[in-house]
């Protein structure tokens, strides 16, 4: 079960389009009067004077599920979760209206609502893409969905930008990860795909914090990704060679746009200059004390010299 929000600011298109479909099978309506096309978005478009500041007064979400669930979902079981989802997302008190379609292999709804409910209030859009995952997860879990097993189910070919720049960094980091020793092999690797690899920095210290990916003129965070493309995430299948492993000196990595940092302590690894950026030996484990007494001696420095 996947769920997509849209929000527009006209009923007209959005009525026909759902309606308009090749087998489109009008489920179930609430608020709205269902004798014509015509009726439904004048319904709809007469609610919407109760709050004439709304830009975009038209709620539209498909809900989407796998092939493997078809023979359970009936149209009663579709409009059943369809309602339960509107509830969770806190959709209530409203028009709209359910509209199953027929045209991909895979059973999905389509819901047409007012964000302008009965009583001329505005519904909340706040965090929905956040509650939309959440709800989907808690549905598919409490009416026994399918749950596909990752990213490989995705169909590809039918991926638009910024999707398929996703997916295909996806695929590749996925498939180069177990591959190499270190990050340095990994960023060449990637290049080579034409994806570059991006470290994030704690303030001015030399401490990272996370990865992001880069292709074309898209980039995403490493998590945006997948859940496990974190940095934390990735850098544990490096081992002892991973960038923040305590108990060995650790490796500093520098994007080309990013001056290197001052290493602290004690270096024997040499300046390693490559395509993607330098690398270089950094500062002792995080759990020795040497950071803070040189930060220390560091303010004291600054305090004679004034």
């Known amino acids: 079960m996947i769920g997509k929000i849209k929000k527009g600011s006209g009923f007209k298109g ?70 339960e989802y509107m509830r969770e997302m806190k959709i209530t008190d409203t028009q709209y209206i359910i509209v199953r379609h027929q045209d991909r292999e895979h059973p999905h709804v389509h819901i047409v609502f007012n964000r302008i409910d009965n009583n001329g209030k505005t519904i909340s859009d706040r965090n929905d893409m956040y509650r939309n995952e959440q709800v989907c ?78 292709k074309g003129e898209y980039t995403f965070k490493g998590s945006e990704i997948d859940r496990n493309f974190s940095f934390s995430k990735l850098d544990k299948c490096f081992g002892d060679a991973g960038l923040n492993t305590v108990g060995n000196q650790r490796q500093t990595a ?19 200059t490559g395509s993607l950026g330098l690398f270089t030996a950094s500062s002792p484990p995080a759990d020795e004390e040497p950071n803070l007494n040189l930060r220390t001696k560091k303010k004291k420095k600054k305090q004679l010299n004034l």
């Open 14 to 83: 959005c009525v026909n389009y759902v309606l308009g479909k090749e087998q489109a099978v009008l489920l179930h309506a609430d608020g709205v009067l269902t004798e014509s096309r015509g009726d439904i978005i004048r319904s709809f478009c007469m609610q919407t004077g109760m709050n004439p500041d709304l830009k975009k007064p038209v709620g539209h979400i498909a809900l989407s599920y796998s092939a493997v669930d078809a023979p359970k979902l009936t149209d009663e079981k579709m409009v059943q979760l369809a309602q």
């Open 137 to 214: 997860k808690k549905l598919k879990t409490k009416h026994g969905l399918y749950f596909a097993g990752g990213k490989e189910q995705v169909k590809q070919h039918r991926l638009k930008e910024p999707d398929k720049s996703k997916y295909e960094i996806y695929t590749a980091v996925k498939n180069e990860i177990g591959k190499f020793k270190n990050w340095r092999q990994l960023q060449e690797r990637l290049a080579e795909k034409g994806i570059t690899v991006r470290f994030k920095y704690k303030g001015q210290t030399g401490e990272i914090q996370g990865v992001s990916f880069s």
């Open 254 to 272: 520098f994007t080309p746009v990013r001056e290197p940092l001052p290493t602290q302590g004690k270096t024997d690894s040499p300046l390693i």
